[in-house]
Structures are given as structure tokens and as C-alpha cells.
């Protein structure tokens, strides 16, 4: 490396790493929220957490159901989800931030412990089908098999001992 820039450059955070598509989206709905309560009013006036993290489950629930824009001032609901978060991250930082979550270990572990359960029930399903296909292979073997050196017979696409079509079988007109 012949750059000495370049070597205390690398050592920075990189933040050209945040796509500039979801920064201007977020910076669409800060600016919006700069417009109507004043430029970063989270660190002039402590704010309670849950509000932020109640709105931007509202934004979060409006995007997946098909809801894009916000229906008061068209801001992106994505990126009001970010500026939300945004504003919970930046005022604990500066200590403005109520923390009124309800906080419970117990239900942090659940949620953890789901993960134990979606793999179970994956591996579970996974041997059904499993089992399901072994079945219908050894099913389909049996109908179909025709004695040693003797090739089986297909009339109109169908092997004449399969129970689909019924026979005798007249082709459609």
C-alpha cells in the first residue's frame, strides 16, 4: 500500500456502506419530523422509547401489508421505520432517552428458544416428506413394473395397470 491516506482511511468506519437509497429514505422522514417538531428535538427534550418503537411498528405493519407511503405527507413507510430507530439509537447516545421498555428475560429466552423449535419442526416435516416420497416411489415401483426383459406398456400416456385413467380409457375428442 503506497497511499498513507489509504492506510488511516481503512482504519475508519466505512460508511459508504449504508445504501444511499435507505439514506435518503430515512433522511425523507427526519426531514419530515424536522419540519413538524423541530431539528433533533430527541436531544433537546427527553423522549420515552416506546413511543418511537410503537410508531415505527405502525410504519413496519402499514409496509407489509401493501402500504408504501405514509397518507399524511407520502414519506416512505420503510424509511420512517429507520428514522424511528434512528432516533431511539441517537438519544440514548446523548442520554435523552426514557427507557420505558418493559423489559423481560423471559421472553427474550422464548424468543430464542424458537429458534430450537422451527428447526425441530423443520426436521420433522422434512422426514415426513421424506418418508411420503419413499412411499409413493415404492407405490409407483410396484404399479408399474413389468416382468424381466418385457418393456412396459403406455397407451395414450398411462401404464394400462394404473388406477388413472380408468379403463378401458376413450381419449378425449
Known amino acids: ?33 424536522m419540519l413538524k417538531y423541530d431539528p433533533h428535538n430527541w436531544r433537546d427534550t427527553q423522549v420515552e422509547a416506546m413511543t418511537y418503537v410503537e410508531a415505527a411498528f ?9 402500504e ?9 413507510n420503510l424509511g420512517a421505520v429507520k428514522a424511528c430507530c ?22 427474550a429466552d422464548l424468543l430464542h428458544e424458537g429458534e430450537e423449535w ?3 419442526l423443520k426436521a420433522v416435516h422434512q422426514e415426513r416428506l421424506r418418508q411420503r416420497q419413499a412411499a409413493t416411489a415404492t407405490a409407483t ?18 401404464m394400462p395397470d394404473s388406477k388413472f385413467p380408468p379403463w378401458p380409457y376413450s381419449p378425449p375428442l
Not at 405502525?58 to 401493501?66: A, E, P, T
Open 118 to 120: 422451527v428447526e425441530r
Open 58 to 66: 405502525r410504519h413496519l405493519q402499514l409496509w407489509k401489508v401493501g
Open 141 to 158: 415401483a410396484q404399479v408399474f413394473e413389468a416382468p424381466p426383459g418385457e418393456p412396459l406398456r403406455v397407451v395414450d400416456g398411462f
Open 86 to 107: 434512528t432516533i431511539l439509537i441517537d438519544a440514548q447516545a446523548h442520554g435523552t432517552l426514557i427507557d420505558n421498555r418493559r423489559k423481560s428475560q423471559v421472553e
Open 68 to 76: 408504501e407511503m405514509t397518507r399524511d405527507t407520502l414519506v416512505k
Open 1 to 33: 500500500m503506497s497511499n498513507p491516506k489509504q492506510a488511516f482511511g481503512d482504519k475508519k468506519p466505512p460508511l459508504g456502506y449504508i445504501p444511499l437509497s435507505a439514506q435518503l429514505a430515512e433522511l425523507e422522514a427526519l426531514y419530515d419530523g
